[in-house]
Structures are given as structure tokens and as C-alpha cells.
């Protein structure tokens, strides 16, 4: 079983799929791994490591040759995959909505490919979920991207001058990155609130120490949809919650957005009006910019001044801390795939109910029901 590690030629991707842990460990199953040259050098990882780590590196021809499971962190692009095997997995964030043209060409060279990001959010999956390990650090450098754009001081400072204000951070969406920016803007000394459409959050957001902001008396504010995602909500909902916003954004020094729904354009939760009553100088940090962002006015990979105040759209955050969140996306693909490794068979094999949600083609066809519907 030959495991090859590409180098990512993404723009602006700066992570890597394995790491020289998660390359011993391989081997320790009974592997061969084989990376691309310079695979690592991004995320500070040098070709040495993964050699002492028992991995042979190399060019992509050479690394691809007789693969059986191509490692990514983004889907890698059809033509440049010469020589790829039949029935070789493709094991990466693959973007199957996004990309979906894409997803037909890995079914026309015979690959098995496998999108990470439809992990089933279920209690032996958590270990393999590439979107929770991912969003907590961008989580925590969203807040650190706020501070470092936003011209005052997170915490209250008592001086002999007086008295410098602590910020007032509020954050939208309380998933995995969510709460993490509350936790950060909480350390950095910051106030925080938070709100949510999902109701089952707001204990969540008391016990780091911020404010809840829901909306009250307005019938199916759960939110909650399969899996554990956020859904779409009631005209009705929406109309209660912008006015609640609205009075509660505009005395915001710093707003954080992170709402997402798989597979579909992000929600917008700031409007331009709403920008214009925050005060000038003050910072929104778009983690959904990506996906059309939260924020009207958002630029992906720009900072955007509008009425004064600046938004963020970094693209691709993960990427930014690309050291640690490698490591922990390579440890996401290594628990995936030795949870299935059959001893027997020298390979892994996977079940219906984890396989069934994240393969998109097999034997030369898209098979996923939700490309196919």
C-alpha cells in the first residue's frame, strides 16, 4: 500500500496533508509513503523530516507512480495527476459543490475520490473531521487578525493617564470557530457576546464567560439541522433577529462572523446599514467571505473599508497558521484512514455509513447522491 503526499498548488496554500508524525505512523501500518518535494516547506516542515521519518521524496511522477492513496489538503487539479492508478483514492478537502466539474474528471480517470469535508458529524468521526480542526484555529487567528486591524487595546488598562476601555467583541455563529474567538477575545481581555440560530448554544456561549444575544419569543429558533449544522431559518426569525442585531451592532468596537452552511452560499448577517451605524474604526472579520461572505461589502482576500469601519476577508485562514493546522489536518486524515486499516488486507476498507457520505465517484461514475440529486 503506497501513500503519496503532494505538494499543494493551490495560490495562497500554504498547509500539507502529512506531517513526519503521521508519516511514521503510516509506515508503522505496514505503508510505503512517498512525498513530493518541497511538500512541507510552507508549513515549515523540510523534505528532511519526512526522509528521517522514513518517507522517500520526490518529484510528482515518481511520487504518484503505482499510489494507492493521494493525500491532499485541496482537491489537486486532474491533468496533474500523470499516471494516477485506477481505483486510486483521492483523500482531500475536495470541495464536491464548489468544484464540481472537477468531480467528473476524477471520475473519468477511474479515481475513488474522497471529500474529507462531508465527514458524518457522529461521535467516531470527530477524530477525522478536517471542518472542526481546521475552524478552530481560524477561529482563534480571525480574533488575532481583528486585533491586529483594529487601533485600540482589547483589554481594560488602568494607567495613571486613566483609563483605556476593554473592546466589545461580538461574535456570529458558535460552531467549532465560534466559540473559539470567544475563547481568544475572552483571554485577550476583551467583552464578548455571541449569538447564534442555533438556541442549544447559548450555554455554550455562558460558560466562556460571554454574553448571550438571542432573539426571544419567535416560534423554531433551533436552528439545528442534520448533523449538527445550522439551517436555514423562518422569514419570520430573520426579520427578529436583524432588529436585535441591528441595536446590539452598532455598539461594537469588533464582530466576528463565522455562519456556514455545507454546500450552500453563506447567509448574510451584516448589512450595509448596519456597518454604518458601528463606530468609525471599529473591525468586522468575515471567516465566510469565501462562500460569498456574512458581510455586505466583504472582499475575499481583501481588508474593505466601508463607512469607516474596516472588513476583513482573508482567504483560506486555516492556511495562515499553516505549522499547526497541518498538523492537524494530517492527524484528521491518518485517524480516518487507520480507523478502517484491515491488518488482513494491508489497506484500509471502509464502512457504508462513513464511506457512503464522503465518496463521490467510483469505478469511473459519480456516485454521491447529493451530486447525482
Known amino acids: 500500500m503506497k501513500i503519496a503526499v503532494l505538494k499543494e498548488a493551490t495560490a495562497g496554500e500554504r498547509r500539507v496533508s502529512a506531517t513526519p508524525e503521521t508519516v511514521k505512523k503510516f509506515i508503522g501500518l505496514g505503508a510505503t509513503v512517498a512525498v513530493e518535494t518541497g511538500a512541507g516547506e510552507t508549513a515549515s516542515i523540510a523534505d528532511q523530516g519526512f526522509a528521517d521519518a522514513g518517507a522517500t521524496i520526490g518529484g510528482r511522477s515518481e511520487v504518484l507512480a503505482d499510489a494507492d492513496i493521494v493525500l491532499g489538503v485541496q482537491g489537486p487539479d486532474p491533468d496533474a495527476l500523470p499516471g494516477l492508478k485506477q481505483g486510486a483514492w483521492i483523500v482531500a478537502g475536495l470541495n464536491p459543490f464548489g468544484e464540481r466539474a472537477r468531480v467528473d474528471r476524477y471520475a473519468a480517470l477511474g479515481a475513488e475520490a474522497l471529500a474529507m469535508e462531508l465527514m458524518p458529524r457522529i461521535t467516531r468521526a470527530q477524530s477525522m473531521d478536517i471542518l472542526s480542526s481546521q475552524s478552530n484555529l481560524a477561529g482563534y487567528k480571525a480574533v488575532l487578525d481583528a486585533a491586529s486591524e483594529y487601533g485600540r487595546a482589547f483589554p481594560m488598562m488602568m494607567t ?32 464578548v457576546s455571541a449569538t447564534d440560530v442555533r438556541a442549544a448554544t447559548r450555554e455554550q456561549i455562558q460558560s466562556l464567560g460571554a454574553k448571550p444575544i438571542f432573539v426571544e419569543n419567535v ?12 439551517t436555514e431559518m423562518s422569514d419570520e426569525y430573520k426579520a427578529a433577529q436583524a432588529e436585535l442585531v441591528s441595536s446590539h451592532i452598532a455598539k461594537q468596537d469588533i464582530v466576528i462572523t ?53 472588513i476583513v476577508g482573508h482567504r483560506n485562514v486555516p492556511s495562515r497558521l499553516a505549522a499547526d493546522t497541518s498538523a492537524l489536518f494530517a492527524r484528521n486524515l491518518f485517524n480516518f484512514l487507520s480507523a478502517f486499516w484491515d491488518k488482513e488486507a494491508g489497506k484500509p476498507v471502509l464502512d457504508d455509513e462513513i464511506g457512503n457520505a464522503i465518496r463521490l465517484t467510483q469505478g469511473g461514475k459519480v456516485v454521491h447522491e447529493r451530486l447525482l440529486g
Open 160 to 191: 495613571a493617564a486613566g483609563t483605556v476601555s476593554a473592546a466589545k467583541v461580538f461574535v456570529m455563529g458558535v460552531g467549532v470557530a465560534g466559540l473559539q474567538a470567544i475563547a481568544t477575545a475572552r483571554r485577550l481581555g476583551a467583552q
Open 219 to 230: 416560534k423554531g429558533i433551533e436552528g439545528e439541522g442534520s448533523g449538527g449544522y445550522a
Open 258 to 310: 463565522t455562519a456556514l452552511i455545507p454546500g450552500r452560499p453563506a447567509p448574510r448577517l451584516i448589512s450595509d446599514a448596519q456597518i454604518a451605524s458601528m463606530k468609525p474604526g471599529s473591525v468586522i472579520v468575515d471567516l465566510a467571505v469565501e462562500a460569498g461572505g456574512n458581510v455586505e461589502g466583504a472582499v475575499a482576500g481583501e481588508v474593505a473599508i466601508v463607512h469607516g469601519v474596516k
